[in-house]
């Protein structure tokens, strides 16, 4: 089970990678570096909080995670 420091770190590399590019696609469509940054920020603040959560949850769901021991031999 990854601890929640582990989930943190993730979503936050992940965030920057993904703000970064939808930074990127926002300055080709708009070419406006203000509009780009401004979509960025929204979109890292609100999609990090989402991921965290949903990096949460899905350490909740049994399917596909490894099966302990005591539970492999009954």
Do not use: C
């Not at 590399?13 to 708009?30: D, E, N």
């Not at 989402?50 to 995670?65: C, F």
């Amino acid at each position: 089970m990854e601890s929640r420091t582990r989930s943190l770190l993730k979503a936050i590399s992940w965030r920057i990678t993904a703000t970064l590019t939808t930074m990127i696609i926002a300055y080709v469509i708009t070419g406006q570096i203000d509009a780009a940054l401004a979509i960025g920020s929204i979109e890292f603040f609100l999609k990090f909080v989402i991921y965290y959560v949903h990096e949460r949850a899905w350490l909740k769901i049994k399917i596909g995670q490894p099966v302990g021991q005591s539970q492999a031999n009954t």
